[in-house]
């Protein structure tokens, strides 16, 4: 198996995907289909959980003969990929070896001539069964998109207050509230502002969420511009980011029984 990337937006783009992994999982599952890549988990407490999907059309160059699943540490992954200006990743197994990932991050000859190095490593596989995650399609009661840079900021701004998200949806628009010892916070979002909103008729939710989870899911803007936010009551929150190329980000958070 060898999969190859040469263009730095989404070595960029793999690497906040590992930032918000981390913050979710320490070990994630990868499964190399011939026509995709998935990378599934969930945290320890079983309250969120994510799936991702890269298309091998996403990658420059994507070699995989058969189906293959190995588990990585999400930690270092991050590590290796934050930081590192490249603008070539290779990410292959050793054919020596059964437990060991080798990754590459190479430079071109300009940034060689400006300092640049290429750098190798071996990472060690993990043992670890992963349960079968299976979230069924289903048809939200509501759906709504908005840029990242503005949910990222609402969310960073609301957990200082609480750290559970309530929202309140219906055909006027959305409100956002979390309340805590320091006071209550509450955000209205005015269906204008919205780039995409959808209810069911008559349809009025009012449900809440750990927000230490949420927040976590949007610590970053790298993977797109608009995030894609999918309620219903007593269902899992569904946050998508689309990659565009038949791959995206998903992360599920269960719904607070209060």
């Known amino acids: 198996m060898q ?5 730095k937006s989404k070595i960029s783009i793999l690497e906040a995907i590992f930032q918000l992994l981390k ?4 070990c994630v599952q990868f499964e190399f289909y011939q026509e995709h890549l998935k990378i599934e988990g969930m945290d320890k407490s079983h309250v969120c959980l994510f799936k991702i999907q890269l298309d091998s059309s996403w990658f420059t160059k994507y070699e995989v003969e058969q ?4 588990s990585l540490d999400t930690s270092v992954l991050y590590t290796i990929l934050a930081r590192v200006n490249s603008d070539t990743l290779i990410i292959r197994t050793n054919d020596d070896s059964d437990d060991i990932l080798n990754i590459e991050l190479l430079c071109n000859e300009v940034d060689k001539a400006k300092g640049g190095f290429d750098r190798f490593f071996s990472i060690p596989l993990i043992d670890s069964e992963f349960e ?4 069924p399609e289903m048809d939200y009661d509501a759906e709504f998109k908005l840029e990242c840079t503005k949910l990222q900021d609402l969310t960073s701004q609301l957990i200082l207050f609480g750290s559970t998200l309530n929202i309140i949806c219906n055909e006027n628009g959305i409100d956002l509230k979390a309340t805590g010892d320091s006071g209550t916070m509450k955000v209205n979002l005015p269906i204008d502002d ?10 009025n939710l009012e449900i809440s969420y750990s927000l230490n989870y949420i927040h976590k ?9 608009e995030v894609q936010v999918s309620i219903s009551q007593n ?9 565009n190329e038949n791959s995206n980000v998903l992360f599920y958070v269960a719904p607070k029984i209060l």
């Open 132 to 135: 079968d995650i299976n979230i």
């Open 23 to 26: 913050n979710a999982s320490s």
């Open 235 to 243: 269902y899992p929150i569904c946050i998508r980011y689309d990659l």
């Open 67 to 70: 189906k293959q699943s190995i």
């Open 217 to 225: 899911m949007c610590l970053t803007t790298k993977l797109c511009k």
């Open 194 to 203: 919205l780039s995409e909103f959808s209810i069911a008729e008559g349809e």
């Open 3 to 7: 999969l190859t990337l040469q263009d």
